[in-house]
């Protein structure tokens, strides 16, 4: 950009501020530049992103239920982006069709047997029998054939240390 001499009294030359004035017509331009691109970017990111919720929010459109692909029990594998395969120990015929299974934590380590070097591991996992499960009871999987086993509850119904 260039100013006329003629012009730099009214930059403010008579007080000696004429950088300051030169550095205020060089900022306009950058700032008016930034802002027509900060404004133009949301417009542009809407119309390119793909996906999103296809259909309006006024839709009665049924989709079918989704079926879950985890085995009665024994081995599966977590869906993308995951793919860690993990053993299903419990299910709903455990618990009478009821959530009965008390939290065991991060932990898991403490309700299984010394394995190593052993074909079996034994675990036992607690179906709360006031919620239809038969209280601590015992589980066994076979390593090689991936197979497991529900051994039965670690106490009589009527023990104190079956709840």
């Known amino acids: 950009m260039h100013i006329p001499l ?6 403010g030359a008579s007080t000696g501020h004429v950088g300051a004035a030169a550095r205020q017509l060089l900022v306009l ?16 990111v809407q119309s390119a992103a793909p996906g999103g919720f296809l259909e309006t929010t006024s839709s009665t459109q049924v989709r079918p239920r989704v079926t879950p692909t985890l085995p009665s029990r024994g081995p599966f594998t977590f869906p993308a982006p995951y793919n860690t395969t993990a053993v299903r120990i419990t299910n709903a015929t455990d618990c009478g069709g009821s959530d009965c299974v008390d ?7 403490r309700n299984t047997n010394n394995h190593v070097g052993s074909n079996t591991m034994l675990l036992f996992v607690t179906l709360d029998r006031a919620r239809g499960g038969g209280g601590p ?27």
Do not use: E, M
């Open 29 to 44: 331009p950058i700032l008016a530049a930034s802002a027509a691109v900060l404004l133009a970017t949301p417009a542009a």
């Open 6 to 11: 003629s012009n730099l009294s009214a930059l």
């Open 137 to 163: 009871t015992l589980f066994s999987y076979d390593k090689t054939t991936d197979q497991v086993t529900k051994v039965g509850p670690l106490f009589d119904a009527s023990s104190p240390f079956s709840w």
């Open 103 to 109: 939290y065991i934590g991060y932990s898991y380590w």
